[in-house]
């Protein structure tokens, strides 16, 4: 990669791991209940942006920029995983197991429509 991609890689995976944050942030303070749906919808929505970037012909340093700058510091697998071992570890499995589920679910959906709608750009 070019150092200028580099740099697009920094600067825009600082933005995106930003909208990270205040998306999850301000659907979880409107979210009843103690499903993580702030940190469920960022993940749905990543994996719905990279089905678009796979099957678009977006491809070289545009692509990597975008998926691994972008899309990647936007999804998170770590806090995913974090909060289905909180809600595990204090007493609401069922909900773990929802999030888990429901995540890889969703995601795997996501990306297939991704997918489609990149390829009919």
Do not use: C, K, Q, Y
Not at 10 to 26: N, P
Not at 72 to 93: E, K, M
């Amino acid at each position: 990669m070019s150092p200028a991609a580099w740099v697009a890689v920094g600067l825009l995976g600082g933005i995106a791991a930003a909208a990270r944050f205040v998306l999850d942030h301000e659907i979880s303070v409107r979210s009843r209940g103690d499903f993580p749906l702030g940190i469920f919808a960022v993940n749905v929505l990543g994996a719905l942006a990279i089905g678009v970037v796979a099957g678009s012909s977006l491809s070289g340093e545009a692509a990597t920029i975008v998926t691994g700058g972008v899309i990647g510091s936007f999804t998170t697998f770590s806090t995913w995983i974090l909060d289905s071992h909180r809600l595990a570890s204090g007493g609401r499995a069922e909900l773990a197991w929802l999030n888990i589920g429901l995540s890889v679910a969703a995601g795997f959906a996501a990306v297939a429509l991704g997918h489609w709608l990149g390829g009919a750009l």
